[in-house]
């Protein structure tokens, strides 16, 4: 079987012309995948600005004191001595370290509940309830967020020290328990994560306002409470004003406090390049912050979430 070639009314043999392939579609995400050098250059600083005084102390917590002075900072000594500047520390002034990194324990971890528990009723409740003066209340607690902490530690101490608080755990615990930060967070978390008609049906049900809270809009806002319950371990944890002013108790020290007095102690033994104190203190100082991160490490993505929260209305 044979098979002809069309030709035109001249002669001439028309070739024949393939079908335009269609367009490939955009690959999707294909904008994010761009580079911009300016970016990650500033990233890289940014890193780095965050990184570099945590290698140093993680360097420096394996040095002796004359080799903190002697030996590059950014890198290790000759003889590095981790593990035994580490026994020394919980040795030191019979275990004094222990004593207050479970003191801190208990301030930052009751404090961060508390804080945690009161913000989230109070952004409840100024998301979900209207009543008189309820916008006036918010605005004062915006307010309040702007109002440096330090510029309070005197006036909460008179106030501590005329009900006899002074110089006793709840000095430490009662001012961190005030939020307004975590409080704005959870309202504006509050706003989306609970939807009204969960509330309305729960109330036709027959449940009460503290069941509902308890029960229903708590478990909703899990995410933003991890975030507030962080803020405020963190804050409490690396606390060291308030705790100054209102303890003067060795055995009620924080670390924050007590690595401080041994820091005071290695400046006012003479020759402060010589003292052994030093190297606790950096030791210290890298113990301290283990807690810190195992806790980021365990809540990141609740708290990633609740950084997003009340970015995106749905």
Known sequence: MTTTTP??????TAVP?????????PRRGSASRRRSTPLTIAMLAALAYFLLPLFWLLVASTKSTQDLFNSFGLWFSHAPQLLTNVRQTFAQDDGVYVHWLLNTVMYAGVSAIGAALLAAAGGYGFAKFRFRGDRTAFNLVLGAVMVPTTALAIPTYLLFAKAGLVNTPWAVI???LVNPFGLYLMRVYAQDAVPDSVLEAARIDGAGEARIFFRIALRLLAPGLVTVLLFTLVA????????LIMLNDPDLYPVTVGLSSWAAQAQNGGAGSSSDMLALVVTGSLLSIVPLVVAFLLLQRYWQSGLAAGGVKQ
């Open 7 to 12: 030709t035109t009314s001249t002669g001439a």
């Open 236 to 243: 409490t944890w690396n606390n060291y004003f308030l705790p």
């Open 174 to 176: 009662l001012p961190s």
């Open 17 to 25: 012309t393939a079908k335009p392939s269609p367009a490939a579609p």
